[in-house]
């Protein structure tokens, strides 16, 4: 393993970027909505939305923001699985990373522990194993 900085380390910089975006993304669409909602009630808003009605145009940009992200962080992914982790840090990187995207539901489950184990032991093996 390589003493250089690892390669997934400013990919998983820039999924975390991503990750920031998407937050606001759905902060801005959950107040929008909350303002659609009060001006044309709940009984109207998805025949407002599919109108194009007034609010409706701000709330479909961001839903097209929002698929535009999630094609990119889907892509960022790909890009982090087909690069190899040269240090441990990247290697502790990317077990991180899984287990954010699992469902913490199936966090619980015995293979996603199993992980989440080896993470914490690598994590705490910075002596014996190399940056």
């Not at 962080?73 to 287990?99: E, F, N, Y």
Request: glycine fraction near 6%; proline fraction near 7%.
């Amino acid at each position: 393993m390589s003493s250089e900085p690892d390669p997934i380390l400013p990919l998983r910089q820039e999924w975390q970027a991503g990750i920031v975006q998407a937050e606001v993304l759905r902060s801005e669409w959950s107040r929008l909505e909350q303002r659609l909602l009060q001006c044309v009630g709940a009984n109207r808003f998805e025949e407002t939305m599919s109108a194009g009605g007034p609010g409706a145009g701000d709330l479909l940009d961001i839903e097209a923001r929002q698929l535009e992200l999630d094609r990119s962080l889907d892509a960022l992914i790909r890009r982090i699985i087909d690069q190899p982790s040269q240090t441990c840090v990247g290697i502790a990187t990317k077990l991180a990373l899984a287990v954010e995207l699992t469902d913490p539901i199936e966090r619980a489950d015995p293979p996603w522990q199993l992980v989440q184990a080896a993470l914490n032991e690598l994590s705490t093996a910075g002596q014996t194993c190399p940056a």
